[in-house]
């Protein structure tokens, strides 16, 4: 298998279109009791993000960002899989030079979350890949749901079959996690160690007392935040359908994420700024995979990503402190055999994007060991 080189070159027309639907986008109303997001997403705050999406956003410097790093694409089981691959500072992408390490991304992100962390690890001596999950940002997408499990065999293909490493090192966030936690148990073989910075947990058995107050402080984070995840697990298509044709509706739709789920006090903008939400969300609407990023959630109706036996392979984890109710070391280890854990000073889901440095950091300390 040959990876090819991939510049991203989004077509004019493409451009052109989300630029009619987001400056023909109307923003409706809200409760006049409406205050601090209390209903969703905020009626003013989206108006405010049309205009500047409208006014001031610049796609041209975004997209040399992107181009700013080596890019490959590879075709693997019928998916042209975009991916990122970083030498370790001293070599190319030819020449392998450091320890290789996998990092997946999940929903609603992408490869923009690495962007600043790539360079950094590259820096400790780590040969970093970073793929698009298949269906999301600059990868191809899947001709119907597949689940964390199939991208994780897809992961081992592109490491092994595609870049020839023999032993590598794998870390993930949100669904990245699930497929990284699949890396470590299906592909042991090749997998030396991973690191989570999410780890959704399904308690099995009786509950310490620390379990049990973790366990309903997490279900009701999910009755608070996790509606989306329903829907998007029975019916994708339904939801899919019609935001994939309206920018702005698939702003509203994710912003909230963005906001509930990261480090900012109530105020997203102190974890984002307006271009950062911008590219995240231009990342599903160039290449049209709105709906097929939203696919991978259909799995979980025949299997849980976050369920199996216990795992072998060495295990890191950093609890960033405004993630969605990490689980406590005592819950993770029935499963895991975790070698590392790392209360993190700042931060919430989407780490690498908001503490690239703090991430970066964390991970490359993780995996010094198995240089």
């Not at 987001?22 to 989206?46: I, R, S």
């Not at 020449?95 to 997946?104: A, F, N, V």
């Not at 994420?257 to 974890?271: C, F, L, P, Q, V």
Request: net charge negative; glycine share 8%.
């Amino acid at each position: 298998m040959m990876k090819k080189p991939f510049r991203l070159d989004v077509p004019q027309a493409r451009l052109d279109w989300i630029s009619r639907r987001v400056a023909d986008a109307v923003v409706g109303y809200a409760p006049d009791d409406d205050a601090d997001w209390k209903y969703g997403t905020d009626a003013h705050y989206l108006a405010e993000f049309r205009d500047h999406w409208r006014d001031r956003y610049d796609w041209g410097a975004a997209q040399d960002a992107f181009n700013a790093l080596p890019q490959f694409t590879a075709e693997i089981e019928g998916i042209a899989v975009h991916f990122y691959h970083l030498a370790a500072s001293g070599g190319t992408s030819g020449q392998s030079r450091g320890y290789p390490i996998i990092l997946s991304h999940g929903w609603p992100g992408s490869v923009l979350e690495y962007l600043k962390a790539m360079p950094l690890l590259a820096a400790r001596g780590f040969d970093v890949i970073v793929p698009s999950l298949p269906g999301y940002g600059f990868s191809g997408r899947p001709p119907r749901p597949i689940s964390a499990s199939d991208i994780a065999r897809m992961w081992r293909t592109l490491m092994v079959d595609v870049l020839g490493y023999t032993r590598f090192g794998a870390q993930g966030g949100d669904w990245g996690a699930s497929v990284t936690t699949a890396l470590a148990q299906q592909h042991c073989d090749v997998v030396a160690s991973f690191h989570l910075n999410y780890l959704a947990h399904r308690p099995n058995g009786e509950m310490s007392p620390g379990e049990a107050e973790w366990f309903k402080a997490a279900r009701k984070r999910m009755n608070d935040v996790g509606a989306y995840s329903k829907q998007m697990t029975t019916r994708p298509q339904t939801l899919g359908l019609a935001l994939a044709d309206t920018p702005i509706g698939f702003a509203s739709w994710v912003l909230e994420k963005y906001r509930a789920w990261s480090d900012n006090d109530g105020d997203i903008e102190t974890a984002f700024s307006k271009d950062q939400l911008i590219t995240m969300i231009m990342t599903f609407l160039v290449s049209d995979n709105v709906q097929a990023a939203m696919w991978l959630y259909n799995s979980m109706t025949s299997a849980r990503p976050t369920e199996g036996g216990p795992i072998a392979v060495p295990m890191g984890f950093a609890r960033f402190p405004r993630e969605t109710v990490p689980p406590p070391r005592e819950a993770a280890e029935r499963r895991f055999n975790i070698v590392h854990w790392q209360d993190m000073p700042k931060g919430g889901h989407f780490a690498a994007w908001e503490e690239p440095e703090l991430f970066a950091g964390e991970v490359a300390g993780f995996f010094d060991r198995w240089r």
